[in-house]
C-alpha cells in the first residue's frame, strides 16, 4: 500500500495560505485552500456548498448528507450516485477541461485509482484532522496523502431463512444439488470489483469453487440489489457474494440472513479531493466528516466503518474494519484482463 505520513491541518498550525497547485496535462485548475483548519472551515462556509460523486449506497450517501449538513449547515451537500463506470469519465472529463462540478469523489476501482496515483492529476493532498486519529490507522488507510479508505463492504453468504431456517455456514454449502438453480450470483460484466471478488472466491473459498458453483445452474443477475431482491422474495434460496444490503432488507423485516464466512472478501470505498473542485475547502471539510464518528454513523450503516465501535456498522461477530480490507491487485483488473475474465466467466455461467 503507498503511503506517506499525512501533512498536520490542525488549527494554528498553518499561518499562512496554502495555495494547492493542481493544474493537469488536459487544463485543470488552481485550488487555493485557506491556511489553518479553522480559516478551512471559515472558508468552506464562504463557499457554501460541495458535491460529491460517489458509487456507494444511495440511503447512505442520504444519510450522509443529512448528517453533515447539520454539523454544517452552512454548506449544502449534493451528492451524485452512479457506478465506476458512469463516474469517472466524469471525474476525468472535468479534469481535463477544468471545469470542475464534483469536489470528492468515492470509487472502488483499484485500477483506475493505481493509475490516477500515477498520473498525479485528479487529486490533492487532503488535509482532515480526522486522518490523525490513532483509530483511523492512516498507516492501512491512505494512500500517497491523497485517497483515503471511508467505507468498506464484505460480500459474505446470505439466505433465504423460510427456504433455509438452518442457515449456512461455509460456501461449500451452496454446492449441496439441493440448492441447484436456487442461488443467485452477479454478473461481473462491467463491474471489476466483481470479477475481483470471483477471483477471490477460487483462492478464499476453495480450489475451483466458481467452477464447481457454475455447474449447479445459479441464476444470473445484473447487480448486488437484484440478488438481494431475489432471496428476499424466495426466487433463490441462497448467495456465495452477496453484499451487505442484506442486512438492511433483514432489518426492514425481509426473511433473509448474512454471515461472513471464515475468509471473507471485501471490498475498500477509497475518497480523494479532486483537483478540479470547485469548493475545495469545503472538499476538505466534508473529507474530514466522512472519518469522524458521525460520518461513519451514516455513511457505513449496515456495511463497514473505518472506526472501531460505531453502533449499526460491521458485522455481528467480527471486529473488521474497513482498513482491513485490502484493495484489489491492480493489474488484474485493467481491462483487458477484466474483459478476458468475464468472456471466461460467462461461458461457464452461460454456455
Not at 460529491?52 to 451528492?79: C, M, R, W
Not at 493505481?114 to 492529476?121: A, F, I, K, P, V
Not at 500517497?144 to 433465504?160: H, K, M, Q, Y
Request: glycine share 10%; hydrophobic share 40%; aromatic share 8%.
Amino acid at each position: 500500500m503507498r503511503f506517506t505520513r499525512i501533512a498536520s491541518a490542525t488549527a494554528g498550525l498553518v499561518t499562512a495560505a496554502l495555495v494547492l497547485s493542481a493544474c493537469s496535462t488536459g487544463g485543470g485548475s488552481e485550488s487555493e485552500l485557506a491556511g489553518s483548519w479553522d480559516e478551512i472551515v471559515a472558508a468552506a462556509n464562504e463557499e457554501g456548498s460541495v458535491t460529491i460523486y460517489s458509487n456507494h449506497a444511495p440511503a447512505n450517501l442520504e444519510a450522509l448528507k443529512v448528517a453533515f449538513e447539520q454539523e454544517y449547515p452552512g454548506i449544502d451537500l449534493t451528492y451524485v450516485r452512479g457506478t465506476d463506470t458512469d463516474l469517472l469519465p466524469k471525474v476525468e472529463v472535468e479534469n481535463q477541461t477544468g471545469n470542475g462540478v464534483a469536489d470528492v469523489h468515492m470509487t472502488t476501482d483499484a485500477g483506475w485509482i493505481s493509475r490516477s496515483l500515477d498520473s498525479g492529476q485528479y487529486s490533492v493532498e487532503v488535509v482532515a484532522p480526522g486522518l490523525e486519529n490513532p483509530d483511523y490507522r492512516a498507516e492501512d488507510g491512505v494512500l500517497e496523502d491523497t485517497f483515503f479508505v471511508s467505507s468498506a463492504t464484505s460480500i459474505g453468504l446470505a439466505w433465504n431463512t423460510t427456504n433455509v431456517p438452518e442457515g449456512l455456514e461455509s460456501p461449500e454449502d451452496l454446492l449441496d444439488p439441493r440448492f441447484d438453480g436456487k442461488v443467485g450470483v452477479v454478473s461481473p460484466a462491467g463491474f471489476p470489483a466483481v470479477v475481483h471478488i470471483y477471483r477471490r472466491m477460487d483462492i478464499d473459498y476453495g480450489t475451483d469453487f466458481v467452477q464447481r458453483l457454475s455447474e449447479g445452474g445459479p441464476r444470473i443477475y445484473s447487480s448486488g440489489p437484484g440478488v438481494t431482491q431475489a432471496l428476499a422474495s424466495g426466487e433463490v434460496w441462497a448467495a456465495p457474494g452477496a453484499s451487505m444490503d442484506v442486512l438492511v432488507e433483514r432489518d426492514k423485516g425481509a426473511p433473509v440472513d448474512f454471515a461472513l464466512p471464515e475468509n471473507p472478501i471485501g471490498i475498500p470505498f477509497y475518497s480523494h479531493v479532486l483537483s478540479a473542485a470547485p469548493s475545495p475547502n469545503a472538499a476538505q471539510v466534508l473529507a474530514d466528516f466522512m472519518i469522524s464518528a458521525k460520518g461513519q454513523a451514516a455513511l457505513s450503516k449496515n456495511y463497514i466503518a473505518v472506526l472501531p465501535g460505531i453502533p449499526g456498522t460491521g458485522v455481528e461477530g467480527s471486529d473488521v474494519v474497513a482498513q482491513d480490507i485490502e484493495l484489489a491487485d491492480p493489474d488484474t483488473l485493467e481491462p483487458d484482463a477484466v474483459q478476458a475474465y468475464v468472456a471466461e466467466w460467462e461461458g461457464r455461467f452461460i454456455g
